[in-house]
């Protein structure tokens, strides 16, 4: 069965970008090792990312996925997606269930999930599996958030807790319980 994982940092006050997007306070983090991104990677088949985290990676100038990339948008279209990049991202308008369900349909098995409207919605629908969240000691303030509002409490699992460099934390979840899924309420 497929399952979505998260790999993402956020401030201490639970800020994963700056409203405009910005990781200006991620880049001066001495996060020594890089949390373990590459292994992470290694284990997913693609991503399922949003509109905006899409932009925000496009600012980086190279491309930093060797994996698939599936962006999730209504206003965007193929020629917001670079020529160079039109082999290894593709727009997609479905709801989380039926991008997972197409996915799982192509023979893929973990999914990193990625920007906080994206992982918001995916949690919601049950199709998280684990988060690994490493913490940035900075607090900006204001920005968007890595979690909103949930009809119910989703419970979770330490798995683990590492030091990276000087001051980050990385912290690895599995979610416990999960919300039932449309599918399942029906049974």
Do not use: C
Not at 35 to 49: A, I, Q
């Amino acid at each position: 069965m497929i399952a979505g994982h998260v790999f993402i940092a956020t401030s201490l006050d639970g800020f994963i970008a700056r409203a405009d997007n910005s990781l200006d306070w991620l880049m001066k983090q001495d996060s020594g090792s890089g949390g373990d991104f590459e292994t992470f990677m290694d284990s997913v088949d693609g991503l399922v990312m949003g509109a905006g985290t899409f932009r925000t990676v496009l600012g980086f100038g190279e491309w930093v996925y060797r994996k698939p990339v599936v962006v999730l948008s209504r206003s965007m279209t193929t020629n917001d997606i670079p020529g160079d990049l039109k082999e290894k991202v593709r727009l997609s308008t479905a709801a989380p269930q039926e991008v997972m369900a197409e996915l799982e349909a192509e023979g893929w098995r973990n999914v990193y999930v990625d920007g906080g409207r994206v992982i918001q919605s995916f949690l919601r629908e049950g199709l998280i599996e684990t988060l690994t969240v490493t913490l940035a000691p900075v607090l900006i303030g204001d920005g968007i958030p890595l979690f909103a509002s949930l009809p119910a409490d989703i419970d979770l699992d330490l798995v683990s807790a590492e030091r990276l460099g000087a001051n980050m934390l990385k912290t690895q979840y599995r979610v416990r319980t999960q919300f039932a899924r449309p599918d399942d309420r029906a049974k």
